[in-house]
């Protein structure tokens, strides 16, 4: 689906179009009049045609009867309409700013085009606002899909990458590069519109990872069988955080540090062990001296079956695949990325439910 403004900018030019051909057509027939009915040369022909449409005011070329005034009446007749049609159609171009729109547009093709690995994000309700504000904070690239006008100017303000459309549809969804996306993240007020948007990812991009909102624990089941990677209830999962803020406050206020916000000290993030370029895979974590190189904490390690060793031990031997979930400081991630790398191996993907 076009946005609206790129629906209003394609009339312009269809219209500023027609009008041409209008005006050319207007154009070869009188051209043709007095070439062929009048039997005048084509340079006469043409030249009486030009200060006919142009009403310059200046005298018939050659002698004219009465049938060759009546159809000069009719042509100057037509002239007037096409160019006032163009004229009209131009000057609304203008003053709606039709053309800056039209290059905005295109500049704004281009980027879409060239990303690649971004994160897409369906809906700029409360949730994407606050999912978009993350996603910056972290310094990723993210495009932002709606079809609401107002929410399209709150994200240009922002200063977002937006697009304006319907993100259930596979047009939509290619036109912001769903192919070469990392992950998209369904955040529409429907349930049903976050499953078609999830179905729709998954067709034309199965490695996406994608996550999505639901309101209902029924939902949350409907999503999962329908693809997403993770499926997130803001009734559920706040009802939780407020329980565990009720109940361990300190670790709460903690784990939020870590998590979210642009002044953070501390961060947490996963390494994936790629066996073409990772030295310490087959070692042992008391052996790779990881903590000791880097000041990074190993929180966990996903194994590749799906398996969870949390808290593991200087014995815990690190294998191909295994993703690493670790805690400490900017500067210590980098380290650490740069041992298991040493280009960043960073990449998420669904955990194996078996």
């Avoid at 049609?85 to 060239?114: C, D, K, P, W």
């Avoid at 994407?128 to 932002?144: D, L, M, N, T």
């Avoid at 709150?154 to 549809?169: I, N, R």
């Avoid at 990074?296 to 194994?303: D, E, H, M």
Wanted: aromatic content about 8%; overall charge neutral.
């Amino acid at each position: 689906m076009y946005s609206t403004i790129e629906q209003k900018y394609q009339r312009i030019q269809k219209e500023l179009m027609a009008g041409a051909f209008g005006l050319a057509g207007v154009f070869m027939i009188g051209t043709s009049w007095y070439r062929f009915v009048e039997h005048w040369s084509w340079e006469d022909s043409v030249y009486m045609t030009v200060i006919t449409l142009a009403t310059v005011g200046y005298g018939e070329t050659q002698p004219m009867g009465n049938r060759g005034r009546l159809f000069t009446i009719a042509l100057i007749l037509m002239g007037v309409i096409a160019i006032g049609y163009i004229v009209n159609r131009f000057t609304e171009a203008v003053i709606q700013g039709y053309f800056q729109e039209g290059i905005r547009l295109r500049q704004q093709r281009r980027l879409m085009e060239s990303l690649s690995g971004h994160y897409i994000i369906c809906g700029f309700s409360r949730t994407g606002r606050q999912i978009a504000k993350e996603f910056r904070a972290e310094g990723v690239p993210f495009v932002v899909i709606d079809s609401e006008m107002d929410s399209m100017r709150y994200a240009q303000q922002e200063g977002y990458t937006a697009y304006q459309g319907d993100a259930t549809l596979d047009e939509t969804l290619l036109r912001v590069g769903i192919v070469k996306a990392t992950c998209i993240v369904a955040a529409l007020p429907s349930d049903a519109e976050n499953l078609y948007t999830v179905l729709s990812a998954k067709t034309l991009n199965p490695e996406i990872r994608a996550i999505a909102r639901a309101s209902t624990e029924e939902a949350v089941q409907k999503l999962q069988r329908g693809g997403a990677d993770a499926v997130v209830s803001p009734y559920i999962t706040g009802g939780k955080r407020m329980a565990a803020a009720a109940l361990r406050p300190q670790v709460m206020d903690f784990v939020d540090g870590i998590l979210t916000g642009a002044d953070r000290q501390l961060y947490m993030e996963e390494l994936l062990l790629d066996p073409a370029i990772c030295p310490v895979v087959g070692l042992t974590l008391q052996k790779a001296r990881l903590r000791s190189q880097t000041g990074a904490l190993v929180l966990a390690i996903r194994r590749v079956d799906g398996s969870l060793i949390g808290g593991p031990t200087g014995d815990t031997v690190l294998m191909a695949g295994d993703l690493l979930i670790c805690m400490g400081t900017a500067e210590q991630l980098r380290s650490l990325n740069q041992i298991l790398g040493p280009i960043s191996t960073k990449q998420m993907r669904r955990p194996n439910n078996s």
